[in-house]
């Protein structure tokens, strides 16, 4: 059945666009995950702030990010993009914002724990690096093999293929008979150990 309301509230009706909620409640789940770093960005900006003597309009108008929105940032309502990050950091002269929102978006991959940094969206669903990654452990999951050995397929068939002529046409038989061949680890004939008869000695 068709998910056509929100999850958000009983009263909610709004139409669902990501894990069953709608816009509004979905932001702020995202909200309230990033609450702890909202909180931690906020104190040190305050800080910067004092500690450089710029106020709202000030940084606003020195960095191009509206002072509503850097009233949100004060009040741990929302925690900045990378970007605004690194120019709000170099205003006042304070690496920890920096740090602080990399430490948010920092996210480290459970395939091959490489460290990469999301886009602020999906923050609490990203767990890989790249496609790549995903892909290889999707393809685990499956079963299916994944696209490096996808592409050796044919080649292989057709090396295969080669080993049982060639070794037919030295066996006609249809098994093997030396054991030191070059082929044998992937000759599919059976091996057959020939016994080897000690000559008779003579009674004088």
């Known amino acids: 059945m068709i998910q056509r309301t929100c999850l958000g509230g009983d009263h ?5 666009v990501a894990r069953g909620y709608c816009s509004k409640h979905y932001q702020g ?5 990033r609450m702890p770093m909202a909180q931690k960005f906020a104190l040190a900006l305050r800080t910067a702030m004092t500690q450089s003597g710029i106020g709202v309009l000030q940084l606003s108008a020195l960095t191009g990010i509206h002072n509503t929105t850097l ?10 993009d990378l970007p605004r990050a690194d120019r709000l950091a170099e205003v006042l002269d304070s ?13 480290k991959c459970i395939r091959c724990s ?9 923050i609490s669903r990203r767990r890989f690096c790249g496609r790549t990654c995903r892909t290889m452990t999707a393809r685990e999951h499956t079963g299916r093999p994944t696209p490096k050995f996808e592409k050796l397929g044919p080649v292989v ?25 070059a082929l044998r680890a992937v000759s599919p004939l059976p091996l057959i150990q020939l016994q080897r008869t000690q000559p008779q000695r003579r009674v004088a």
């Open 157 to 181: 068939k057709r090396l295969e293929m080669a080993v049982a002529e060639f070794c037919g046409g030295c066996e006609p038989e249809g098994v093997c008979r030396d054991s030191g061949c």
């Open 114 to 122: 490489k460290t990469f940094l999301t886009d602020g969206r999906n």
């Open 29 to 33: 789940l995202l909200v309230s995950q």
């Open 12 to 16: 909610c009706v709004n139409p669902p």
């Open 71 to 80: 009233s949100g940032y004060r009040n741990a309502h929302r925690v900045p």
């Open 95 to 107: 690496p920890k914002l920096r740090d602080v929102v990399r430490q948010t978006f920092e996210r």
